[in-house]
């Protein structure tokens, strides 16, 4: 029983938890979205979406690598992948350091936008 016991705290160490680091541009678009939210449609709707984020944040912290690849991103220096939140209406777009163990939220598109738009953010 000490033996699982011992390879159970090893492996609890050694998972680590990577830190998130929100970029200037998607803060600003974050707060724009949750106050319109809140001026469109009340204050349940901006509850849920902040949480979205927050669930999101939460995996993101666990699991930096679960949100699969941004396809339109593909073929850029770095790896961006997307979460979409409130409804599919939004995608985070986020960079990870596996180095650093760090992902960093680089976006939020809305996804109504012409796709191209978002390709442009990123030249």
């Known amino acids: 029983m000490d ?11 050694k998972a680590s938890m990577a830190k998130i680091i929100w970029t200037k541009r998607p803060l600003l678009l974050f707060d724009t979205y ?43 220096k770095r790896l961006f992948r997307g979460c979409h939140i409130m409804n599919r209406r939004f995608k985070v777009i986020y960079t990870y350091d596996d180095n650093k163990d760090i992902v960093y939220i680089m976006d939020i598109w809305d996804t109504r936008m012409n796709p191209q738009a978002l390709i442009r953010r990123f030249k």
């Open 3 to 13: 033996f699982f016991r011992r390879c159970l705290e090893v492996s609890i160490r």
């Open 34 to 76: 949750i106050g319109n939210a809140l001026e469109e449609y009340g204050r349940s709707t901006a509850i849920k979406w902040a949480e979205d984020i927050e669930e999101m944040e939460q995996r993101l912290i666990k699991f930096p690598t679960s949100y699969t690849p941004e396809k339109l991103l593909l073929g850029k």
